[in-house]
């Protein structure tokens, strides 16, 4: 039998080091964790290079500690980040340390500013922060409801549980709004093709129509012709020594900065907010969304062990939508006085009263957070259905639209052709 020095977090989330004598690491793991310790990293007594390693923070390869923790200050995709979560969830429940999870994601990690963060993360638990202290000095990314769980998980001893549950959310949340994108992106890439196609007839093909049917003295034009040619006429003219068409495209692009501008402000939020969830067939959408966002942070944060006063706080600061916001701050404070979160939640008439029932049955059995879970999966089946017929709908009517846009501009340059053609026969 030998001795192990071990370097554990307790019941508490604080940091302990000592020595546990069993045969192989694999049963020194068990009984720390029999004892209310959770392992970070086991070494076998007498292995100099390893005892040094429990005390002294581990140097990046390649240069040190600090210059690996340089390269951590930029974002990462979401998808990135839940792949990392859930392989961490999978090693530390197979039962290995979270030291050595994060140092064999570290080597593995193809994302430069992940294989940097996940550097530093190990130094700082090595040198004795928790994991979750570790997680907050990167809060670009990992945001308030990771750090929260992961600290629920360390106090509760259920770290791999709460990474599963993380793992999952990540998973649903990025399958949510992958939808919600792919939905978008039809109606987006056929209006760009319609935009593309017009600026072309109008500045190329149209002058040319123009130039012909000038030339011939008795040619009358329809009105729609003249439509046309007048839109031509203003595309291709440059009063300030600026095409028209160049100066129209600063000039929406200016108006999309100053738009993002104000919204950016509290005022313009609210109204951009408020107009997302009354929005006819996409308000729909969007409120289903948050409502699910809402469910799903809150049941998986109160799952986890979270406070519910601190679990609104977080839910609140990651809903997405102002007016959400606004309506889980008063059920915050409600909850705050001892009141329910019925009362809030229906006072804010943006949730569903379907949600309002289901969360009353919740509270009265003692099952919120599985019901709030249940809320989420409904709402994810809602949305899914809600975006696949939107976007079903969406097809055949941009073809239209991009038919009858290209084809009134086609009109508009034959139709004089054919009534002098229709002349010249008589």
Excluded: C
């Amino acid at each position: 039998m030998a001795n192990f020095q071990y370097s554990a977090l307790d019941s508490k989330g604080e940091q302990t080091t000592g020595i546990v004598s069993a045969t192989d690491e694999a049963e020194a793991i068990q009984k720390l964790r029999i004892q209310g310790l959770y392992p970070t990293q086991i070494i076998e007594e007498g292995k100099g290079k390893g005892a040094a390693k429990l005390k002294k923070p581990a140097k990046a390869k390649g240069g040190s500690g600090a210059a690996a923790k340089g390269q951590t200050g930029g974002r990462i995709k979401p998808k990135n980040l839940m792949i990392f979560t859930r392989q961490l969830a999978t090693l530390i429940d197979s039962g290995l340390p979270l030291l050595r999870s994060l140092t064999v994601l570290g080597k593995q990690e193809p994302t430069p500013v992940l294989r940097a963060t996940i550097s530093a993360l190990a130094d700082s638990v090595q040198s004795g922060a928790t994991f979750s202290e570790s997680l907050a000095q990167h809060p670009r990314i990992y945001n308030k409801l990771y750090v929260n769980m992961v600290k629920a998980g360390e106090l509760g001893g259920v770290l791999e549980v709460v990474l599963n549950r993380l793992a999952e959310y990540q998973e649903k949340a990025q399958k949510l709004k992958n939808k919600i994108v792919s939905a978008m992106v039809y109606p987006v890439i056929v209006m760009f093709i319609a935009i593309a196609i017009l600026t072309f007839l109008m500045i190329f093909i149209v002058p040319k129509f123009e130039t012909m049917f000038a030339e011939m003295d008795n040619a009358e034009l329809p009105g729609i012709s003249k439509v046309v040619f007048g839109i031509s006429n203003f595309f291709i003219s440059a009063p300030f020594g600026v095409p028209n068409a160049v100066f129209a495209f600063l000039v929406f692009g200016f108006g999309v900065f100053l738009f993002n501008l104000w919204g950016r402000g509290k005022k313009g939020r609210i109204a951009i907010d408020t107009l997302k969830l009354k929005l006819p067939v996409f308000g729909d959408i969007q409120r289903k969304n948050a409502v699910s966002r809402f469910s799903r942070t809150l049941g998986t944060l109160v799952t986890s062990g979270v406070p519910i006063l601190q679990a609104l706080n977080i839910t609140r600061d990651t809903a997405g939508n102002v007016i959400i916001s606004g309506a889980i701050e008063k059920v915050h404070e409600a909850v705050k006085e001892g009141e329910t979160i019925v009362t809030p939640l229906q006072a804010s008439g943006v949730f569903p009263n379907m949600v309002i029932s289901m969360v009353d049955v919740g509270e009265e059995t003692g099952q919120l957070p599985e019901m709030l879970l249940k809320i989420a999966d409904v709402y994810d089946d809602e949305v899914d259905n809600a975006v696949t017929a939107l976007t079903s709908i969406l097809e055949p009517i941009m073809i239209v639209i991009l038919a009858l846009v290209v084809g009134s501009v086609v009109f508009a340059l034959f139709l004089p052709l054919i009534k002098i053609i229709t002349t010249m026969g008589q």
